[in-house]
């Protein structure tokens, strides 16, 4: 993620993505003080800026600013760099030990299990992958008008394509003409980590930092293909926390990182939207298995999928 704006303790106090970003890597990075990351600027998150800044021969003012920034998140490789190749044979992008991995049954912590299967994922006792219900319209309709970019990033990326497209299901339902703009938002200039526009839903700001361009806008990620490189990035930059699993790809993508949630209502115990309840990681695998039953139906799975990955090994 980039820089964006200065971030300090004030009242009321700065909120948002970013300011979740650097509570995280301060908490990465073992200061002292900083407390459970929870995007609030508090003066427990000053403090542990303080400190950090002090150990680094920075100014002591507990203002995140660019150069701030930069000390914190200067070890940090770019996001398309993170993840170690998937593929351990040459004919498939998905590797065996990834595939072995998700297909065993696990959990977060305490959460509902789950285990990728060769219909989808299987949650909790169930036998078969459940999906939406009936055709999968939605799944369909974003693969006739999307297919070609989803392929395209998919595989250069290396990102499985049901990934991307339980995503824009979850996140737009296809609407590449979305935008959410979060509170607190001034334009696109001031705010751009208050904007989500396109397809995936992407923040200006997380676009940017997932591609490193500065020069991305909202009219860029209103372009569909646009769109789908920038979300398809940010999946990418997220695989140390995700390793592509599913429910985890879905909570990392909406919450900004895998972050413990207690609440009885969730299920799967990993913070998202609505913070407290489980509705967005259900949506996502109900349309990622959706993708099962389209691509079983229709054929067409592109390379780079778990469904092609997962019939390959037999």
Not at 42 to 50: I, R
Not at 200 to 212: C, F, Y
Not at 252 to 280: C, F, L, T, V
Request: neutral net charge; charged residues 20%.
């Amino acid at each position: 993620m980039a820089f964006s704006r200065p971030l300090k303790f004030q009242l009321p106090m700065l909120r948002g993505r970013d300011v979740l970003e650097v509570q995280t890597r301060l908490k990465s990075l073992q200061i002292n003080g900083v407390g459970q990351p929870d995007g609030l600027f508090g003066a427990k998150t000053s403090a542990a800026v303080v400190a950090f800044q002090t150990s680094h021969g920075l100014d002591s003012d507990g203002i995140v600013g660019p150069l701030t920034w930069s000390s914190l998140f200067q070890d940090d490789s770019s996001p398309n760099t993170q993840r170690p190749a998937a593929n351990d044979a040459s004919s498939t992008v998905i590797g065996q030990d990834l595939l072995d991995e998700l297909k065993t049954k696990h959990a977060y912590q305490d959460s509902v299990s789950w285990q990728l299967s060769a219909q989808g994922l299987l949650v909790g006792n169930d036998n078969t992958a459940v999906g939406t219900g009936g055709e999968p319209k939605t799944v369909a309709k974003i693969w006739s008008q999307y297919g070609s970019a989803l392929t395209h990033w998919s595989t250069e990326l290396k990102v499985p394509v049901e990934l991307i497209i339980a995503t824009i299901c979850t996140e737009s339902s296809g609407n590449q003409n979305a935008v959410r703009e979060e509170p607190g938002f001034i334009d696109e200039v001031r705010t751009p980590h208050k904007i989500s526009p396109g397809l995936m839903q992407t923040l200006i700001s997380t676009a940017r930092a997932a591609l490193n361009k500065d020069d991305i806008d909202k009219a860029w990620l209103l372009i569909p293909s646009n769109s789908i490189q920038a979300g398809t990035a940010y999946i990418a930059g997220q695989w140390k926390q995700t390793h592509f699993d599913p429910p985890k790809v879905a909570c990392a993508y909406n919450a900004g990182g895998i972050y413990r949630n207690d609440s009885a209502r969730n299920r799967w115990k990993m913070r998202q939207y609505p913070i407290g309840s489980a509705e967005h990681a259900d949506r996502f695998v109900k349309w990622f298995n959706d993708c099962f039953v389209f691509f079983e139906n229709n054929g067409g799975a592109p390379e780079c999928s778990f469904f092609n990955a997962l019939r390959k090994q037999g």
